[in-house]
């Protein structure tokens, strides 16, 4: 502890924008799902761009290390410090105003840590939609949706936040404040300086606004789950359905069965959608701004030519609002049944969509050899090529067994994805969790890059240490 920095850092912010006292300090410390836990010497609270830009100056100085921190429910410890003592986490949490939302223009400008479902509700009451969607959305910030490029289930239609993003403000780890906070459609002036902050999970800087793109309100939508035979089906599926609802297409969700025997078995109320089991299951939902009976016209009809020309197995459509939201759950509730079973070792990886019945098969005689028993468990969002490809003990192994298990299985996981051109991580992030994956995958050309990059932002190296790089 550093206390002629701590004071400094009380005298500028005041004493209720900074906690130090170790049991206040204790919840900041560990990620949600108690995997990491680090150390600091304090929490900083800020209520402005202001003070977050005298909090990194003062930090820059004394050379003292900046975790930034949104909702905390990230799945690689981006957001949780190291063991160092020296760290000082900057939580968003008070940052929660939203400046504006215009509905010619349609944006959305709000603060960092403006939690993403208020700001879908906000939107959503202003006659427009907010389209980054996913499971932790009630929890979540903006800013670290944005800091780690957030995807969700929305992204075969809207893309990832990236695609979202019109302008961030954001603060230099100097203090210096990045004012790139424009609503604008068309800006060609040089270097898109913005997209450095997308994805850079709080190593450049912290974000502290973002300006949003807003769509029109899908308010119809209308949703079918198919009991496939194989993945290289259920993409046959995917092209059948695409040509044929086109921008109409906002979800295309896969499942195997064991992620439905897991659900079934470890959730309340679900029950088995088919009266035969299938080898997996796509949900498609579609949504549009009116008509609901041709949209479910469309959506039949697709699904009629898809059984008769062998695409799928079987297939139910959404008859009412409880019924889609019924089928839903079987996809959303796959998290929380893993949560329920154990330990999971969870790999959040994106594939040329045309290569995913290969890769399934040959990563999984890999993981074979290296542990035959191991239990698959895969899903994920088909239409854009990411999977979640989750591998769990043996019947009747100890929970243990992923701790000692992970690396030779990310290895192997990872090895595979190289071979055919993928990318270790789809949506979640580094973090701590793939460090060492990511410099072992990653073009070299390309981390030596973001090195540079890093040095010119962040020249004293305080910026969330042991992160990404």
Request: net charge negative; glycine share 10%; hydrophobic share 40%.
């Amino acid at each position: 502890m550093n206390q002629e920095f701590l004071d400094k850092l009380i005298d500028t912010l005041g004493n209720d924008a900074v906690i130090v006292s170790p049991a206040e300090l204790e919840p900041w410390l560990t990620d949600w799902r108690g995997v990491y836990k680090g150390g600091a010497q304090a929490v900083v609270r800020p209520r402005d761009t202001a003070q977050v830009a005298a909090c990194l100056r003062l930090c820059n100085e004394y050379r003292v290390p900046v975790v930034p921190r949104g909702g905390n429910t990230g799945l690689c410890g981006g957001a949780t410090p190291d063991a160092s003592p020296a760290n000082v986490v900057l939580s968003l949490d008070r940052m929660n105003g939203i400046r504006s939302i215009d509905t010619i223009s349609n944006t959305l400008v709000a603060d960092a840590g403006c939690i993403l479902g208020n700001l879908r509700r906000a939107a959503h009451e202003a006659g427009r939609l907010l389209p980054l969607s996913l499971a932790a959305e009630d929890s979540s910030q903006i800013g670290g949706n944005v800091a780690t490029n957030a995807g969700g289930v929305n992204v075969v239609r809207y893309g990832m936040a990236r695609e979202l993003v019109l302008g961030i403000e954001a603060v230099l780890p100097n203090g210096e404040i990045f004012n790139g906070l424009q609503t604008l459609r068309k800006d060609n002036t040089g270097y898109d300086l913005k997209q450095l902050f997308i994805g850079s999970e709080g190593t450049l800087g912290v974000i502290t606004g973002v300006a949003l793109k807003l769509h029109p309100l899908t308010q119809v939508r209308s949703v079918v789950l198919a009991g496939v035979s194989s993945a290289q089906q259920a993409l046959e599926l995917l092209r059948l359905v695409y040509g044929a609802c086109g921008p109409r297409l906002q979800a295309f969700e896969y499942f195997t069965d064991a992620c439905l025997d897991l659900v079934l078995t470890h959730v309340d109320g679900m029950h088995q959608p088919f009266d035969e089991r299938h080898a997996g299951y796509v949900l498609i939902e579609l949504a549009d701004t009116a008509d609901e009976e041709a949209l479910q016209g469309l959506l039949e009809s697709v699904i009629g030519q898809a059984l008769e020309e062998d695409l799928c197995q079987d297939a139910v459509v959404s008859a009412s609002l409880a019924q889609l939201q019924t089928l839903w759950r079987l996809r959303e509730e796959i998290s929380e049944a893993q949560r329920a079973d154990g330990p999971h070792l969870k790999h959040d990886i994106s594939l040329p969509i045309e290569q995913i019945p290969a890769f399934l098969e040959t990563a999984e005689r890999r993981l074979r050899t290296t542990s035959p028993d191991c239990r698959l468990f895969v899903f994920g969002h088909f239409g854009d090529g990411n999977l979640h490809y989750n591998v769990s003990r043996p019947e009747g192994a100890d929970k243990t067994w992923a701790k000692e298990w992970e690396g030779r299985i990310a290895d192997a996981v990872f090895t595979e994805v190289a071979e055919y051109g993928g990318s270790i991580s789809a949506e979640h992030g580094i973090g701590q969790l793939k460090r060492h994956a990511f410099h072992h995958h990653k073009d070299p050309m390309h981390v030596r890059l973001m090195v540079q990059i890093k040095q010119i932002f962040d020249p004293n190296s305080i910026m969330n240490p042991g992160k990404l790089l």
